[in-house]
DNA sequence: TTGACATGCAGGTAAATGCTTGCATATTGT
DNA sequence: ACAATATGCAAGCATTTACCTGCATGTCAA
């Protein structure tokens, strides 16, 4: 998995915004995304073209429409591997910084 | 919290590397993190806005010196108010697919 | 086949972003 | 006081980004 990807792509609140739209009704076309987002249909294309790329979402064919759905398999990975390193130094922190206060 | 101020905080790998390196060792000033960085201390000034901003980060000043401590709670809080979402719908995933290949 | 529909491709633009340099301010130790 | 150290402020520049428009391709249905 690419973080720098992953991360990139959730940067933006569109790209949230189409998850979030895919989580609600996941397989959606990109005609059906388009009309919740208020930008023109290229703009859209775009966005999922760089979610697709973090692998957030991946498309089916059917015919002449393209359907999307999200996959949440590279979010875990980013809070298992990044996320919980950080969770677990919580209890840590105000200790840190009284020792630090104190002149380390 | 702003989720999107913390979504875009974590979107650049220069910041991401500040919080590791926070996380290695809390407390940390800013010219130790520069030491680390590669690029000029004011870059560095700007991408800690960034991250105090989304209260990824909090300081405390010492003298003239500026020292920096991590705060996971906006992490834990995109983790708990997004991310798990998206991992809860994980298993009907197979299966929203496979209905749409069959022409929904 | 032919017209309507869904998407793909490519180039252009304005704004945001990341980084820089130069100078200012504030604190420390001698 | 004064020199060294640590950080703050602000303007400038190059790249990236998000958005658009115009045209091309592919698919369906009558």
């Not at 915004?17 to 076309?29: A, I, P, R, V």
Request: proline letters at 3%.
């Amino acid at each position: 998995m690419d973080d720098d990807k992953v991360f990139r792509a959730l940067g933006d609140p569109t790209r949230r915004k189409l998850l979030d739209l895919l989580c609600e009704k996941n397989g959606q076309t990109l005609g059906q995304l388009c009309e919740n987002l208020d930008m023109a249909r290229q703009s859209a294309t775009q966005h999922l073209g760089i979610l697709e790329e973090a692998n957030l979402v991946s498309t089916v064919r059917r015919g002449r429409e393209k359907l999307h759905f999200i996959n949440p398999v590279p979010l875990h990975e980013v809070y298992e591997r990044w996320v919980r390193k950080f969770e677990r130094q919580r209890l840590n922190l105000l200790h840190d910084l009284k020792k630090e206060l104190e002149g380390e």
